[in-house]
């Protein structure tokens, strides 16, 4: 294949697949990407608020974007069902690809279970949760509830997370609204925790701030659920980016300069300061809203997780059964299945526990994306996109170098349990491709 065509004929279109609107698209992106201001609340009392909210916006300019405009031209040069696994596969090679998919799909497995998790833990405040084992059966519930709605088909599940993003804003608006008529503090002061290193704070801050900013490749596996995907993807992109940080900074920034009290803000905390800024009316819609974003981050997490399976199996690297996409619903029944069992057994692990092994595959898997926009810029230099991005050779090596870097230096300052077991799944993708390398050579 020369560079002028392109890899667009590299894989036949995946059979029986839903489509989606913009509007649908727009709010599972959001979903995935961001879900709302929620679980940051632990950046602002070990970072410091100025420090925090400082993060919140610079970090998705060196990261979030550069990611985002990766993905937005290989969707449009490769719009493929499997996107990131699948570019990577024809920029890097099958072993490459194979670390991409296999790394994501494993990987997801925590950040699922994590989700679950963190549904059980708000729902504890409601009803008491009596041993660790009811803790899991309350999180396995969640995670069968989504599974159900992913076997029902993208349309569900875009449409009704449109549904849920809107009723989760209304409580966010008043907020924000009631914190700054209250406003009396400065929301940047100070700037650092006092007392604290500032190496421990800048670590702990940007870890929190790369993991809120993460995921904006992950879609990319829907592609071909996307009406008009060359289009609609960047659109989507564009949209979703400012928006989320927007979200993150205005709500923090609104609650600090109310209460001013940032020593005492940890994980649920916005909820606290809902119930202090509008009563138990506002303080109860709060906690609505955080079970709702997280309920859409475990939704919209399965539904991009579940295409990686499909189709490494379409490719030959998984068992054909994995390939086969309903045809009342256009779903992947039995990879929805599959996952929703391998989260399932994880769920029995905390969150934090659960997010900082994640957070090394989600690491390894975003720097391949960058990578792979990289070759596939050499490979096809003259293939068609509809959108690419600008700046010439010295654009496409920002959009690699800034978010890898970052990357490195959150890697640094893991701590070392998190740091042992992220290696350990990372090098699970080596010997699994030894495993189905040595599969298919014995079948021929």
Not at 177 to 199: E, I, M
């Amino acid at each position: 294949m020369n560079s002028s065509s392109g890899p667009t004929g590299l894989y036949a279109p995946t059979k029986n697949l839903r489509r989606i609107g913009l509007v649908p698209f727009v709010a599972l992106l959001f979903a995935y990407c961001a879900g709302g201001p929620f679980s940051l609340e632990s950046m602002i009392s070990t970072s410091g608020p100025g420090l925090g909210l400082t993060f919140l916006l610079v970090v998705p300019l060196l990261f979030a974007v550069p990611i985002a405009l990766a993905t937005a031209e290989m969707t449009t040069l490769m719009p493929v069902e499997g996107g990131f696994y699948r570019w990577s596969r024809a920029a890097l090679g099958d072993f490459w690809g194979f670390q991409c998919g296999w790394w994501n799909w494993t990987g997801t497995f925590l950040m699922s279970a994590a989700y679950g998790v963190a549904m059980a833990d708000y729902l504890e405040d409601w009803m008491p949760v009596h041993s660790r084992a009811e803790h899991w059966g309350v999180a396995f519930v969640f995670l069968l509830v989504v599974a159900y709605l992913n076997v029902r088909g993208i349309h569900l599940v875009g449409n009704l997370t449109l549904i849920l993003l809107l009723a989760m804003s209304v409580p966010l608006v008043i907020f924000v609204g009631l914190g700054f008529r209250h406003a009396q503090f400065n929301p940047f002061h100070p700037f650092l925790p006092t007392g604290t290193p500032w190496q421990g704070a800048f670590g702990v801050g940007l870890a929190i701030a790369l993991w809120s900013y993460a995921g904006y490749e992950q879609l990319s596996t829907v592609i071909e659920e996307v009406e008009n995907p060359s289009r609609n993807f960047p659109i989507g992109l564009a949209i979703v980016v400012p928006l989320a940080i927007g979200i993150y900074v205005v709500t923090l920034a609104a609650g600090l300069t109310a209460l001013g009290n940032w020593k005492e803000w940890e994980t649920g905390y916005l909820v606290t300061a809902g119930r202090l800024l509008g009563g138990n009316v506002l303080g109860t819609s709060m906690f609505v809203a955080a079970v709702i974003c997280n309920f859409v981050l475990l939704d919209s997490t399965l539904l991009s997780i579940t295409r990686v399976p499909l189709t490494m199996a379409e490719d030959g690297y998984f068992h054909p059964a994995l390939a086969k996409v309903s045809a009342r619903y256009g779903t992947p029944v039995r990879s929805i299945v599959l996952s929703t069992v391998f989260c399932a057994a994880l769920a029995f692990f905390t969150v934090p526990q659960l997010i900082g092994v994640y957070a090394w595959t989600r690491m390894a898997t975003s720097i391949e994306t960058v990578v792979s926009f990289w070759q596939l810029r050499r490979k096809y230099p003259d293939a068609p996109r509809a959108f690419r991005v600008g700046g010439g050779m010295v654009g496409a090596v920002v959009v690699v170098l800034a978010p890898t870097l970052l990357f490195g230096w959150a890697m640094i300052y893991s701590d070392v349990a998190t740091r042992k077991w992220g290696i350990v799944n990372l090098v699970s993708g080596p010997v699994a491709y030894l495993w189905v390398w040595g599969r298919r050579r014995v079948k021929v």
